[in-house]
């Protein structure tokens, strides 16, 4: 098995929605790694659990495996595909594309994500 998908020792794991996160404390942040199943799409599996139209969290960090789609509330679509950089913004959903897992590497201030890391609150053009 790629050791990417391996446990981490000392983090903090939980499943929420089919999502695996692994957290560590770092400073004043976070470092995570989230894996996506194929198949996950936010508005289908985390929007009844989150309770909001379209995920309102920030994603700062690194695509390290497989492929994500995201589509802000105005429309605008991005696709990552990795090894790639990512900066998602509040205000959008996001599902995996194709048949592989997607791993992402986060860096975040929980909610203050967007702030700390000079974003805007929400998607604009």
Known sequence: MDALFLPIEGAQHREVAGVAVDVIP?????????????????STHMKGVVGTDFCQHAHVGFL???????????????EFTAPQAIAIEPGHDGWVVGQE??????????????????MPDRHRH
């Open 64 to 78: 390290a495996h497989g492929s994500i789609g995201i589509r802000y509330h105005d429309g605008c679509t991005q």
């Open 26 to 42: 770092a400073g004043a942040g976070r470092v995570k790694r989230v894996i996506y199943s194929p198949g996950f799409r936010w």
């Open 101 to 118: 897992a997607a791993v992402v590497i986060e860096f975040d201030f929980e909610g203050n994500t967007a702030e700390k890391f000079g």
